[in-house]
């Protein structure tokens, strides 16, 4: 493949010059061969017939039918042209403009680690994080060695940075935005040193534009306010779902709205919200919250986790008061939320600003790719709630625009993203930093669908002793209104395959997750020459240009949104009915995430996998056990991969990187068909595991 014509296949479409321009050696090679004309797909796909292994049976994996998409049609739905220029509004992508150097004057010493948010830390992850982005990964690997488009060189121009390549970096830091522990920068000193994104920005360093990037405020009118989408058909189907709480002195569920005793306002604001019934997880982590406890809880996704910590959370600060006014000249918030992407950091603050909605409680947002002037203006106007990313946040406390002595809630969601390789470090730098009350002062709360063992071992150094742990179905599991596809398709095949299901599926809203930053770009491009409207969002483009790309998919003005893992967690945008792994994933917690894109609150959804023999095989024994548990249909060749790949010992112990089946503090465990935990032997949180 490597003598691909990239630019023939890329020739010039009808779209707005906004679109990124491939140049032909940049994807010369094609290392991943993606040919765009070629016409069969995998003869294994074909043969996913209902065969199935006794041995799969007997080593716990459930069988169903066998699967596969065969009905993509040829509808041409989603033809045109009209709507080519969806992806890529704004300016050329590329020239991303923060400093990545960090040149802090802050005496503290972990401002030699700080960064910015959430892609900043996964880029940084590159080559540390034990649980693999490979997006970031990737990418690093495509400006070392040719990487999946086959360049040597960033594939992206950027208008005006110059694209100056530095070993240890990858594309983002250049780009501007994304920058992190792997991207040292050699000072003219010849020393080496960090400088964080706001800094860079602020001050103008050389090293990159300012972030000038101000946010539109979101609409202030109560309708949208209080906008919200419809719970689907099996929203009360969620009554049924097994709970499971484990620690001591648990106090008992709240079955409705009227028992948590929450005030008029916020009653009132529920009200407005749409929401008449719980959701376990909210059940059961609203009274444990407003004890006072610690929590832990684990619930699949889009079933209300983040009402779940806001409610509670509320009822609070609106009992005991606030301290935090506009007059204050140092803001000390009550209440850190921090979540790993911009986008779901901004959905968490709306949320918070809904409910909060005629009370004297004040949220703010702040995240990185965005103005840090405007972060602090919006922080000193009050703050009691504070939604944050975890680089900006680091940053704006080591300018000492807010206090910490207050906080009274330190909330993180996807949790264990919050506490992998990636952002684990920054979140103990948080919690080690000056005035930061003690777990024993404070209360800290998790929630995830995922939660692997490991990462709740970490958990412990944030979490008292005596925290709780609710487990809402199957921990890590899929959601089970998510019709699970997994189509083999060897990676010459992709595209084609994917154009053939994007025109069967018509204008409905689809999410296409592929690997890296670079593909994602191409993708986008390539739908829009197939004139399927597509928009696309990754951590190469400027925060400006994600958020339009959020905002045209959201309004349905493409219908498409090419992205990569960035997208994957809490974005809860309505009526997203399929989501397509046009890549897999490396993790399955990933996968899990990522299909929860669709089949929220009780609607359903499609997700389609595409599954290339060639690079996934380590995913099929998980994959097996997920579609197993949602009991899906499993196809037979994959089950004969899981098998051909069997990992004794796989089933349901010691997930560790596969399920993270119960609270680790009863001991490994098995799961029984309702997918609940039996504890086997004691194993203790241990205080001392992080490192
Ligand atoms: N009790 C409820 N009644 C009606 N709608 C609800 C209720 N709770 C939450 N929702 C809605 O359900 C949707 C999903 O909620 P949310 O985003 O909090 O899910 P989540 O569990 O955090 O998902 P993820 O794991 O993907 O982050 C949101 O639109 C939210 O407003």
């Given at each position: 493949m490597g003598d691909e014509d990239w630019e023939a296949e890329i020739i010039?479409?009808?779209?707005?010059?906004?679109v990124p321009v491939f140049e032909k050696d940049r994807y010369s090679s094609g290392a991943n061969g993606d040919?765009?004309?070629?016409?069969?797909?995998?003869?294994s796909e074909m043969n996913d017939g209902p065969s199935r292994r006794d041995h799969f049976m007997r080593g716990g994996f459930l069988s169903g039918r066998s699967m596969g998409n065969?009905?993509?049609?040829?509808?041409?739905?989603?033809?045109n042209t009209s709507t080519m220029?969806?992806?890529?509004?704004?300016?050329?992508?590329?020239?991303?403009?923060?400093?990545?150097k960090f040149e802090e004057g802050?005496?503290?010493?972990f401002w030699r680690e700080s960064n910015n948010d959430c892609e900043d830390n996964q880029t940084r992850n590159r080559?540390?994080?034990?649980?693999?982005d490979r997006e970031y990964e990737q990418d690093e690997g495509t400006q070392r060695t040719g990487g999946p488009f086959g360049s040597?060189?960033?594939v992206l121009s950027g208008a005006g940075n110059g694209?100056?390549?530095?070993?240890?970096?990858?594309s983002g830091s250049r780009r501007g935005g994304y920058k992190g522990l792997n991207e040292e920068v050699i000072t003219s000193s010849g020393k080496n040193s960090w400088k964080s994104e706001a800094e860079g920005g602020e001050s103008g360093d050389?090293?990159?534009?300012?972030?000038t990037y101000i946010p539109p405020p979101p609409p202030e009118d109560e309708d949208s306010i209080f906008a919200h989408y419809q719970t689907g058909?099996?929203?009360?189907?969620?009554?049924?779902i097994l709970v499971e709480v484990s620690g001591h002195d648990a106090p008992p569920a709240i079955l409705?709205?009227?028992?948590?005793?929450?005030c008029q306002t916020l009653n009132n604001n529920i009200a407005k919200a749409g929401y008449t019934k719980l959701t376990p997880v909210q059940k059961y982590s609203i009274p444990i919250i407003l004890a006072g406890r610690d929590l832990m809880a684990c619930a699949q996704t889009g079933s209300g986790k983040t009402a779940a910590f806001l409610l509670p959370i509320l009822a609070h600060m609106m009992h005991d008061g606030?301290?935090?006014?506009?007059?204050?000249e140092l803001q000390e918030p009550e209440c850190i939320i921090v979540a790993p992407t911009r986008e779901l950091i901004n959905q968490i603050y709306l949320e918070a600003r809904k409910f909060s909605f005629g009370t004297c409680v004040r949220a703010v947002v702040i995240y990185g790719g965005t103005q840090l002037g405007y972060s602090i203006r919006q922080i000193v106007q009050g703050c009691n709630i504070l939604c944050a990313t975890p680089g900006r946040l680091m940053d704006i406390i080591g300018k000492e625009?807010?206090?910490?002595?207050?906080?009274k809630y330190l909330v993180l969601d996807e949790a264990d993203r919050m506490l992998d390789m990636g952002f684990g470090p920054e979140m103990k730098k948080l919690i080690s930093c000056?005035?930061?009350?003690?777990k024993e002062q404070r209360q800290t709360l998790m929630f995830s669908a995922t939660f692997p063992e490991e990462i709740q071992r970490l958990a412990g150094e944030f979490l008292k002793s005596n925290y709780l742990f609710v487990a809402v179905?199957?921990?890590?599991?899929?959601?089970?209104d998510v019709q699970q596809t997994i189509l083999q398709v060897g990676q010459y095949s992709k595209r084609e395959k994917l154009v053939e299901i994007l025109r069967s599926i018509g204008d409905e809203r689809t999410m296409v997750f592929v690997e890296t930053k670079k593909k994602a770009d191409f993708i986008a491009t390539f739908l829009c020459q197939e004139k399927i409207s597509t928009t696309s969002t990754n951590g190469d483009r400027e925060q400006r240009e994600r958020e339009q790309a959020l905002g045209d998919f959201r309004c349905g003005k493409c219908p498409v949104l090419v992205a990569t893992s960035?997208?994957?967690?809490g974005l809860d945008i309505e009526n997203v009915q399929h989501v397509i792994n046009f890549d897999l994933p490396s993790t399955i917690d990933e996968y899990v995430h990522r299909i929860?894109?669709?089949?929220?609150?009780?609607n359903t959804g499609r997700a389609i996998s595409f599954f290339d023999p060639e690079s996934d095989n380590h995913l099929a024994q998980p994959l097996v056990k997920v579609l197993s548990d949602a009991q899906q249909d499993v196809p037979a060749w994959l089950e004969e991969i899981a098998f051909s790949t069997y990992v004794p010992g796989?089933?349901?112990?010691?997930?560790?990187?596969?399920?993270?089946?119960?609270?680790t503090r009863k001991g490994k465990s098995t799961l029984n068909t309702a997918g609940f935990s039996s504890s086997q032997a004691p194993n203790p949180v241990d205080d001392e595991s992080w490192d």
């Open positions: 010039k479409p009808h779209m707005p010059s906004y040919t765009f004309n070629r016409t069969t797909a995998s003869s065969r009905d993509a049609g040829e509808s041409n739905k989603r033809e220029g969806g992806f890529g509004v704004g300016k050329s992508f590329g020239n991303r403009g923060f400093s990545n802050d005496s503290s010493g080559g540390f994080s034990k649980r693999g040597r060189r960033p694209d100056t390549y530095q070993s240890r970096s990858g050389t090293q990159g534009p300012k972030v058909i099996n929203f009360d189907k969620y009554d049924t409705t709205f009227e028992e948590a005793n929450l606030i301290t935090a006014s506009r007059f204050k625009k807010i206090g910490l002595r207050q906080v000056p005035g930061m009350p003690s179905g199957q921990v890590g599991g899929a959601c089970r960035v997208a994957a967690r929860g894109r669709t089949g929220r609150c009780g796989f089933s349901g112990s010691s997930r560790g990187n596969v399920f993270a089946s119960v609270d």
